[in-house]
Structure formats: structure tokens, C-alpha cells
């Protein structure tokens, strides 16, 4: 009666460690091999819609845009419903197939466990002066912000929508408390100061097996690319890990 006890403690062992190995090796490689296909078929979908151009006039041409000008053309994209897809993160340091979806909101059943990486819909969105703060699991559900610590300064950051893709760069890491939500801010970490430039920030659990804190990556706006002119080189550059 005991060994056949034992054999059965032993056999619910090895199921519990079989379960624990799908979930959080396994498991992530095929979600996150589906949410990187996802991304992917909205960059197509957005390649073959229809670029709008102008319509030619007889009008002498404006003047030289100005760089102000310039960067009043940036297009923003209008705020997402919680878990409407809008975006394609792209970072070529994890790879070239990384093409994780982006939707509105930081909902697990909504958008996180769904989808892979949300939007705080308090934070601002790509062109805008500010913070555009993106939240992913490290593990489980694709664990789209897994590697998030192998970034090195410099990296590109990219960001797909429909109109076209917003390069940041990355700067650096840190580690803080859950209740740092000042990370948020539209200069991070820095309270009441009106943003004068673009910034994007990264937030997962960390370690990778707790959430007893949060890994932040912060970058800085460095310029769009219009669907028009075709992919940044920025999305080839760089070594892979």
C-alpha cells in the first residue's frame, strides 16, 4: 500500500513538473510564436492598404516646411478600446521575427493575456510629446517582455501602426517597486514637468518567477518613417540575441 502510494505522489510530481515546463518554457514558445505571427499579418494588412497622396495642383508649392512643422506632421494614432489591437512592437534585438500585436489597456482577460503587450490609456501614444507606456508579462502568455534586460543602449525600439513606424532608442533599465507608478509620468519619474520630446517605457514583473518588483526599460523618441517611404533601416540593424 505504500509503494503504491509513493508511485502515485511520484507520478503527480512528474505531471506537476510536465504542467509547470508547458506553462512557462513550452507553452510561451508557441503562444509567442502566434502572437509574433498575428503582428506580422497586421504589418501585411497595413502594407497592402492604399497610401493616400496628394492631389496635384496648379499652385505655386509651399514653402520648405520648418522643423516645427515637421514635427507637427507626425501622425498620432487615436486613443485604442480596451484590447483593440493598433500597434506592432518591433525590436530587432530579440530577433526579426518579434512582432508582438499592441492593444489598448493592462487587463490580464482583455489584452495582456490575449493579446501580449497593452497600453496604459492614462500615457500618452506615438507622436505625441510624453510617455508611451506599454505593459507584457516576462512569462506565460508569450512572455512578450522576456528579454527584456538583454536590450543594450542604443537599441532600436519600433513601433508599427498604419500610418507608419515611430523609431525610439534605448537608454536604460531599472528596477522598482510596484507602487512606482510615477514610471508613467509623461517625463518618467518626474513629476509636474511638461514633456518637451517623445519617450517609451517598458514595464514587467520582475525576477522572472515573482512580481515582487517591476523591470522598466525607458527609450527616447527618434524619428517616424511615413508608410510611404518604405521600412527604417532601423528594423535591420543591430545584432540579435
Do not use: K
Not at 124 to 132: I, M, R, S, T
Not at 213 to 227: D, H, K, Q, W
Request: include cysteine; charge should be negative; proline fraction near 8%.
Amino acid at each position: 500500500m505504500v509503494g503504491v502510494i509513493g508511485e502515485l505522489l511520484i507520478t503527480v510530481g512528474v505531471v506537476a513538473l510536465l504542467y509547470v515546463g508547458w506553462q512557462f518554457w513550452l507553452g510561451d514558445v508557441i503562444i509567442g510564436a502566434e502572437r509574433n505571427a498575428s503582428g506580422s499579418a497586421l504589418s501585411e494588412q497595413w502594407a497592402q492598404e492604399p497610401i493616400a497622396t496628394p492631389t496635384p495642383t496648379d499652385e505655386a508649392p509651399d514653402p520648405e516646411p520648418t522643423a516645427s512643422e515637421d514635427a507637427a506632421e507626425i501622425p498620432v494614432p487615436a486613443q485604442p478600446q480596451n484590447g483593440v489591437e493598433f500597434a506592432v512592437l518591433r525590436v530587432p534585438r530579440f530577433g526579426a521575427d518579434y512582432n508582438f500585436p499592441i492593444a489598448g489597456g493592462v487587463t490580464r482577460w482583455a489584452t495582456l493575456d490575449p493579446i501580449g503587450i497593452g497600453h496604459y490609456d492614462s500615457t500618452q501614444l506615438p507622436g505625441e510629446d510624453g510617455n508611451f507606456a506599454l505593459a507584457a508579462h516576462r512569462l506565460t502568455h508569450g512572455g512578450a517582455f522576456n528579454n527584456l534586460d538583454y536590450l543594450q543602449i542604443g537599441d532600436a525600439i519600433v513601433v508599427e501602426t498604419a500610418d507608419g513606424w515611430y523609431t525610439y532608442r534605448f537608454r536604460n533599465l531599472e528596477y522598482v517597486q510596484p507602487t512606482a507608478i510615477d514610471v508613467l509620468d509623461p517625463v518618467p519619474q518626474t513629476p509636474g514637468v511638461e514633456a518637451g520630446e517623445g519617450y517609451i517605457t517598458l514595464t514587467t514583473c520582475s525576477p522572472r518567477w515573482t512580481m515582487d518588483e517591476r523591470l522598466i526599460a525607458y527609450g527616447v523618441f527618434e524619428s517616424f518613417t511615413p508608410r510611404s517611404a518604405g521600412e527604417p533601416a532601423s528594423l535591420t540593424e543591430g545584432a540579435s540575441i
